[in-house]
């Protein structure tokens, strides 16, 4: 069996584990997403299947949840706030920037799978604005001419 339909064979028993439970659903998807890294729609129609949901009720709350992907994220996820106070000081252009540099619209991952460049709501460090993250790693006070040089970090 290849390791695609390992993970399928893995997914069904998570269904089936969690098929009869009310409110089975998300569980299904937390460990679905777990296992494959994302909620493709391949994946939405097997658990839309095996939990006798429609696709369109998997794909809501897929859609909904701020925790459920529905692609594969990077390894280095960077999030632009785009709150108030970071996007009055500057963070669309620094977002700008990230996407001419990494040479990705926001929402999508590099091709080789290093990074993902979100914007993202206000994270409470408006003090700090703008303000991004690279994973768990905080940078305040952002310029666009500093992006090369952080993200030249994560790529060494």
Do not use: W
């Not at 709501?121 to 305040?140: E, K």
């Not at 001419?145 to 060494?156: E, H, N």
Request: aromatic share 8%; net charge negative; charged share 20%.
């Amino acid at each position: 069996m290849t390791e695609l339909g390992e993970k399928y064979a893995q997914l069904n028993q998570i269904i089936a584990r969690h098929r009869d439970e009310p409110g089975g659903l998300m569980p299904v998807m937390q460990e679905a997403q777990a296992l494959f890294g994302a909620l493709p729609m391949e994946v939405q129609e097997v658990i839309a299947d095996g939990m006798g949901k429609t696709l369109s009720e998997v794909y809501g709350v897929a859609t909904f949840y701020a925790q459920f992907a529905l692609a594969p994220k990077g390894k280095y996820v960077i999030s632009v706030c785009m709150g108030t106070a970071c996007y009055v000081k500057g963070a669309q252009a620094v977002l700008d920037k990230l996407s001419e540099y990494l040479e990705i619209p926001v929402g999508e991952t590099t091709e080789d799978g290093e990074f993902t460049l979100d914007a993202t709501r206000c994270i409470g460090a408006c003090g700090l604005a703008p303000v991004m993250t690279v994973n768990d790693d905080v940078y305040g006070r952002i310029t666009p001419d500093q992006v090369a040089g952080i993200l030249d970090k994560y790529r060494a």
